[in-house]
Every structure is written in C-alpha cells, then in structure tokens.
C-alpha cells in the first residue's frame, strides 16, 4: 500500500504543481468566499496546531457535520488527518438519536458543526456523550465558539510540530471511520485508510474525461460525509480542479453561477431534471413542441455504439432543442456527470448523454471508498447503457455462486468499528461481499438486485424487488415506488405519481381537480398508472408481475424515515408508515 499517498498529501502535490488562486470556494454570510491554494494549507496548518494545543493526539476522533459542502469541513478533514488523528463526518439530516449514538460509539472528543440548526441537535444529546469535550461552529452563532478559535490557539505555535507527526502517518492507518445510515438497524462504523480513498481517486480518475488540470472547475453540492462525494473531492484537488461547494437546495442557481464542466448526482436529482425539462418543453404549442418531442425520441435512442444517420439527426436535435436545455440548466461546458448510490433508468443515461450531458453511471459502496466500478466516454467499449461499467484499475470484481458482487482491491475497508464480527460476516479470504446481486458481461458489471432485499410470495417464488422497481419507473408518471409482496401470494407496488408530468396529462385531457389530493384520489389517474404498470408487466415473469397498487398521498421522505440520507428506501419503515394500504390490498 505504500505507494499509495496519505489523503492530506494531495493537497501539496496541488501547490507544487498547479497553484489555483481558486482552489475552494463557498458562501459566507451569503457571499461566495475563495480560498487560493497557499491559504487552504495556511488554514489548514493553523487549525493542525490549533488542534494539537487543545490536546488532540493521534487516533483520537472528532465530528464533522455540515447542512451544506464548505471549505471550512474541508481545511477541518485536513488539519484533522495530517496529525493522525480521525474524522467521523457525519449527515446532518441524522436523527437526534443517531447522533448520540455516533458520537458515543467513536468517542468523539470534539465536534464541528456548521450552523445553528445542527448546534441545537448536538446540544440536544451532549450530556450523554461524556468523551464530547466542546462544539464549534462554522458559522457565527451567539453564545458557541467559532471554529477560528482553534486556529487562533496557533498564534504562539511551530509548525515542526505538526510536520513531525505528519511524517509519522502511514497509507495504511486509520483515516475516517463513516457511519452508514443503512436501511435498518443501527449506523455502521465504516473504516477507511488513507490508502483505502487515495487509491481510489488515483484509481477513478482515468474514468473521467481527461481534466484541464489547473482549468477545471466542479460544483460539489451531494453531502461530503458521503464517501462518493469526499473521494471526487480528493481527486478534484489532486488534479487540480477549482471546486465551488453548496448544497442542494441551490443546485440549480449554482450551477447557472458556476457553469461547471464536471459535477455529480444521483439519481433522484437526474430524475427532477429530466421531469421539468419535459414539462417545460411540452408546454409549447405548434412547431416548437413537435420538434420538441422528436429532439427527445432522438435522445432516448442513443448509445455510444450509434453512427451514420443517427448521428446527423443527434446533431440537429442538440442543435436545436438540447444547446438551449444546457444553457438554462447552466451547462454549456460540461463534460461529465457521474452518478452513484442508487440505480439509475436507462432512459435518464441516454436522454441525458443523447442531450450532451454525459452521465457516467457507477457502483459502489462506503465498505469501498466507494467506486468499484464506473462507466466512461474516454475509451470505446468502455460505456453500457443499464449497466454500471467496467472496474477500475487494481480493483477485481467477480460474481459468487449464489449471485452476489464480491470484490478485492486496496479500496476495501479495514472493517466495522468495534465490531469484529459483522466484519467476518462481510470480508471473507479478502474479498468483500456486497450484498448486492448481480452478472458480469462482456467485462461491465450490471446490478439487478440487493441480496438482503429480495423476498419469496407464499408460493416460493423470488422476488427482486429494486429490479422490478426501477422498470416501473421508467414510467414518466411514477416517481417513486416500492414493490411488496413478502409472504403473499402476489407483488403489489406501493406508487409515488410525479405530479409534475400528472398536472400536464390532466390539462392535456381536461380533468378538472381543485387540488393535489383529488387529482391524486381520481378514477382516471389511478387508470392512468395502471396502464403504465400493465405495459411493463410483459417484462418480467408471470409471478413478478404487479398484481395490485396504491397510489401515495406524498412522496418518500428522510424526515419520515423512509429513505436514507442517500436516498435507498428503508422498506421496513414504509411498511409500518402504511400498513393500512398493504392491509388493504391483500384483504387483511
């Protein structure tokens, strides 16, 4: 592992070889905040010493949570590791619960928290964290210490300090241990070494299109407690690529700011994307809308392997419909988008790549610093469609007998915090089994299932519930979904219905409603979704095929407990939350 660097190397490889004047960039108190090169390690040695005057010593642990990607989290992940010390980010759309249990089971000594919101849930539990020595803010908060404190505290200090230690962190100890929202029980310790992440940025890189590297810019808004999103922050620094970090709520604003040339997403973010340019562009009349509707049939034909006529037609259709959908959306120079931590439809990777927004489309986990495999357009035969590419280098991935992903390579955990037994479970003969179900062909690996999610009817029949899931979705009209039928004699699906693209339907047959509700309770839109279900039902197998379903009165949420903060359904809480639609359809 050891030529593999430490995580907070890359940023000094950044100011040897390509300095930016803009290396991170965030809003402050409302205003967009740069940080060059030289002032992020400034920074970023101060709060090291700052550290190491409030006591902190290698191996010791400390939180991060942040509503919002910032540099401050950032300078924070660096300072912290370059004195051996361990981060535990954490998502701050956690519960009150979580976060005590986090905090307790990693004895977090200190605690970093970007804003008043986050000081309140923290403050809420830190009694009963006795290892919880103090909580800063990123943000000026009345009545909290300020994160400059502790840079303050290296006023009087010497930077040999610091460097002495940094030159005593191995590749291969102990960077950050993530704790994983998962779909049920309690958050795992994930544990990660320097070698784990950095080889994994060092190992995806050549996946991306070839980076401009001192005249990239990326817009980082995905959570950066999230491993998919902190390794491309790592990559992105040791390319040197000029980051601007925000959050979700203003992705479309900042992306129109920043015209950003790579950004990633998942696919719930993709979905909302392609639900309102479609609204937008059927919302012409005439000549507009026909060759709005052709633009978009040429688009959702593509795939890589396309050539002669259709070629001339995707031009005409970028040309005169797409170049117009880029310049709204603010993505004029964009040359990748990679998307992870759920399946995406098929139709969303051509209409998009059709588009000239290519979509790369990868698989991974925290357990492996994520990426094990990625799609790419920098090399032929190396992008299928419904698919999630080929692995990357130094990574093997092979399919075991009873169906599951097993992978081996330096990306992989060093296990589950404090519990050795789950670990065993989990990492066998050094291949890591995944839980996930899936077939390898022609070197591109395809997921169909999750192993611990498929279930049997009464007859014994088994059910891949998130393949069948995201066939459905293909629909237009359903954004979300959740396939049931454990132990019952048939599957039914419980149905989110777009309203965006159900309100356009409605005008386009004149249905009157008087709101979202009733428009949602009508006969006509329930015989609408049960069209869209009955022409996927020929795709799967007779005891797949959904026999019944209930339309939800609102989508699934994090604040109900029903997703994940990366956006996987946590099935056991939507059952409970609407056991009296399951018992409905099955005559309970």
């Given at each position: 592992?050891?030529?593999?660097k430490?995580?907070?190397?890359?940023?000094y490889?950044q100011r040897?070889?390509?300095?930016l004047k803009?290396?991170?960039i965030?809003?402050v108190?409302?205003?967009?905040k740069?940080?060059?090169?030289?002032?992020?390690i400034?920074?970023?040695?101060?709060?090291?010493?700052?550290l190491?005057t409030l006591?902190v010593?290698?191996?010791d642990k400390?939180?991060?949570?942040?509503?919002?990607?910032?540099v401050?989290?950032?300078?924070?992940?660096?300072?912290?590791?370059?004195i051996?010390?361990?981060?535990?980010?954490?998502?701050?759309?956690m519960?009150e619960d979580d976060?005590?249990y986090?905090?307790?089971?990693?004895?977090?000594?200190?605690?970093f928290?970007?804003d008043?919101e986050?000081?309140?849930?923290v403050k809420q539990?830190?009694?009963?964290?006795?290892?919880?020595?103090?909580v800063?803010?990123f943000?000026?908060?009345?009545?909290?210490?300020h994160?400059?404190?502790v840079?303050?505290l290296?006023?009087d200090?010497?930077?040999s300090?610091?460097?002495r230690i940094?030159?005593?962190?191995?590749?291969?100890d102990?960077?950050t241990?993530i704790?994983?929202?998962?779909?049920t029980?309690?958050?795992?310790?994930?544990?990660?070494t320097?070698?784990?992440?950095?080889s994994n940025?060092?190992d995806?890189?050549?996946?991306?299109p070839e980076?401009?590297?001192g005249?990239?810019t990326?817009?980082?808004?995905?959570p950066?407690?999230?491993?998919?999103?902190?390794m491309?922050h790592y990559?992105?620094?040791?390319?040197?690529?000029?980051v601007?970090?925000?959050?979700l709520e203003?992705?479309?604003?900042d992306?129109?700011?920043?015209?950003p040339?790579?950004?990633?997403?998942?696919p719930r973010l993709l979905e909302?994307?392609y639900d309102?340019?479609?609204?937008?562009g059927l919302?012409?009349t005439?000549?507009?809308?026909?060759i709005f509707q052709?633009?978009?049939?040429?688009?959702?034909d593509w795939n890589?392997?396309?050539g002669?006529l259709?070629?001339?037609k995707?031009?005409?259709a970028?040309?005169l419909?797409?170049?117009k959908v880029?310049?709204a959306?603010?993505?004029t120079?964009?040359?990748?988008?990679?998307s992870g931590?759920?399946a995406?439809?098929p139709?969303?990777?051509?209409?998009?790549t059709?588009?000239?927004?290519?979509?790369?489309?990868?698989?991974?986990?925290?357990?492996t610093?994520?990426v094990?495999s990625?799609?790419?357009?920098?090399?032929?035969?190396?992008?299928?469609?419904g698919?999630?590419?080929?692995p990357?280098n130094?990574v093997e991935?092979?399919?075991?007998e009873?169906?599951?992903?097993?992978c081996?390579?330096p990306n992989?955990?060093?296990g589950?915090?404090k519990?050795?037994?789950?670990?065993s479970?989990?990492?066998?003969?050094?291949?890591?089994h995944t839980?996930d179900?899936?077939?390898?062909?022609?070197?591109?690996?395809?997921?169909t299932d999750?192993k611990k999610?498929?279930?049997?009817?009464?007859?014994?029949?088994?059910i891949?519930?998130q393949?069948?899931?995201?066939?459905?979705?293909?629909?237009?009209?359903?954004e979300?979904?959740?396939?049931?039928?454990e132990?019952?004699n048939?599957p039914?699906?419980?149905?989110?219905?777009?309203?965006?693209?159900?309100?356009l339907?409605?005008?386009k047959?004149g249905?009157?409603?008087?709101?979202?509700a009733e428009?949602l309770?009508l006969?006509?839109?329930e015989?609408l979704?049960e069209?869209?279900?009955?022409?996927?039902?020929?795709?799967?197998?007779?005891?797949?095929?959904i026999?019944a379903?209930?339309?939800l009165?609102?989508?699934?949420?994090i604040?109900?407990?029903e997703?994940?903060?990366?956006?996987?359904?946590?099935?056991?809480?939507?059952?409970?939350?609407?056991a009296?639609?399951v018992?409905?359809i099955?005559?309970?």
């Amino acid at each position: 592992m050891s030529q593999y660097k430490r995580l907070f190397d890359f940023v000094y490889h950044q100011r040897d070889h390509f300095p930016l004047k803009e290396m991170m960039i965030s809003r402050v108190a409302g205003s967009w905040k740069a940080y060059s090169t030289e002032e992020f390690i400034e920074k970023m040695n101060e709060v090291s010493r700052g550290l190491l005057t409030l006591g902190v010593k290698p191996g010791d642990k400390i939180a991060l949570i942040t509503t919002t990607n910032r540099v401050e989290w950032n300078i924070m992940d660096h300072a912290i590791l370059q004195i051996g010390a361990i981060d535990i980010p954490i998502y701050p759309t956690m519960t009150e619960d979580d976060y005590k249990y986090i905090l307790n089971h990693s004895e977090s000594i200190y605690c970093f928290v970007s804003d008043a919101e986050i000081l309140k849930k923290v403050k809420q539990i830190a009694a009963e964290v006795p290892s919880l020595k103090e909580v800063f803010t990123f943000e000026k908060v009345e009545d909290a210490r300020h994160w400059s404190e502790v840079a303050a505290l290296s006023k009087d200090t010497d930077q040999s300090e610091v460097d002495r230690i940094a030159k005593e962190v191995k590749a291969d100890d102990m960077a950050t241990i993530i704790y994983t929202s998962g779909t049920t029980g309690l958050p795992k310790g994930v544990m990660l070494t320097h070698a784990n992440i950095a080889s994994n940025a060092m190992d995806s890189e050549d996946r991306l299109p070839e980076l401009i590297k001192g005249d990239t810019t990326a817009l980082s808004f995905l959570p950066c407690c999230h491993i998919y999103e902190r390794m491309l922050h790592y990559l992105y620094i040791n390319n040197g690529v000029r980051v601007y970090l925000s959050g979700l709520e203003t992705v479309k604003d900042d992306l129109a700011f920043t015209t950003p040339h790579i950004f990633s997403a998942v696919p719930r973010l993709l979905e909302k994307f392609y639900d309102g340019v479609i609204a937008k562009g059927l919302a012409n009349t005439g000549l507009k809308k026909k060759i709005f509707q052709w633009s978009v049939g040429v688009a959702l034909d593509w795939n890589p392997d396309k050539g002669g006529l259709y070629n001339l037609k995707l031009a005409i259709a970028r040309k005169l419909v797409f170049s117009k959908v880029k310049t709204a959306l603010g993505l004029t120079g964009i040359k990748a988008v990679p998307s992870g931590s759920a399946a995406l439809q098929p139709r969303l990777a051509r209409f998009f790549t059709g588009a000239g927004i290519p979509i790369f489309e990868g698989y991974g986990l925290t357990e492996t610093s994520p990426v094990i495999s990625v799609n790419t357009l920098r090399r032929a035969g190396m992008y299928e469609v419904g698919c999630v590419g080929k692995p990357i280098n130094n990574v093997e991935v092979k399919i075991a007998e009873d169906g599951e992903i097993i992978c081996k390579g330096p990306n992989v955990m060093l296990g589950y915090y404090k519990n050795s037994e789950m670990t065993s479970e989990v990492l066998k003969n050094g291949w890591f089994h995944t839980g996930d179900i899936g077939v390898i062909e022609n070197g591109f690996l395809k997921i169909t299932d999750r192993k611990k999610e498929m279930f049997k009817t009464s007859g014994g029949k088994y059910i891949a519930p998130q393949l069948i899931e995201n066939i459905l979705k293909e629909s237009i009209y359903i954004e979300q979904c959740m396939v049931i039928g454990e132990n019952r004699n048939f599957p039914a699906a419980l149905i989110v219905v777009d309203l965006i693209t159900l309100k356009l339907w409605a005008e386009k047959e004149g249905i009157a409603y008087s709101s979202d509700a009733e428009l949602l309770s009508l006969e006509a839109t329930e015989k609408l979704i049960e069209r869209e279900i009955e022409k996927r039902n020929s795709r799967f197998g007779k005891w797949e095929q959904i026999k019944a379903f209930r339309i939800l009165p609102g989508a699934f949420t994090i604040d109900k407990g029903e997703i994940t903060p990366t956006l996987k359904l946590k099935r056991k809480k939507i059952m409970e939350n609407y056991a009296h639609l399951v018992a409905n359809i099955y005559h309970d």
